[in-house]
């Protein structure tokens, strides 16, 4: 039985997602020399995946002055929580502490890092009410 497609942006379509986000509306060409910036693609190639991604709802294509004008139909934040949490789920047996020590553990997070995330649970710590105090006070 085949599995209904991923709605997730493959390697590629995330490419084409972050030349969106990063330069807004786009006719084809843009998109393609955007890419051909970081690797060979041909243009025929940017314009199947682009399809496919409509398809899939990650772009949106309005008319243009100059043919269609492509967009990012999926926030970047949408995209991150979507693969991180795959990844978290596939990889890491939904433990996103799991995630964290594998990244500590080998090396990926530097001083920097882990003080942003210490940073991060103090102010998520901070705005979680204590049991038992109704709306933060005593």
Same mark, same amino acid.
């Given at each position: 039985? @085949? ?10 379509? =995330?490419?084409?997602?972050? +030349?969106?986000? !990063?330069? &807004? #509306? ?15 693609? @041909? ?10 991604? =409509?398809?899939?709802?990650? +772009?949106?294509? !309005?008319? &243009? #002055? ?73």
């Amino acid at each position: 039985m @085949a599995r209904p497609p991923s709605k997730q942006p493959t390697d590629g379509e =995330l490419e084409i997602l972050k +030349v969106l986000w !990063d330069i &807004g #509306p786009a006719g084809l060409g843009q998109v393609h020399a955007a890419l051909q910036g970081q690797k060979a693609v @041909a243009l025929t190639t940017v314009a199947t995946v682009l399809k496919m991604m =409509l398809s899939k709802g990650l +772009v949106r294509r !309005d008319d &243009g #002055p100059r043919g269609y004008a492509w967009s990012a139909d999926v926030s970047r934040k949408t995209a991150v929580s979507g693969l991180v949490g795959k990844l978290v789920q596939h990889v890491f047996d939904g433990s996103a502490r799991r995630l964290i020590a594998h990244m500590i553990q080998e090396g990926q997070l530097d001083d920097r890092g882990r003080e942003e995330i210490l940073d991060l649970l103090k102010a998520r710590a901070d705005a979680t009410p204590s049991p038992g105090m109704k709306g933060g006070t005593p």
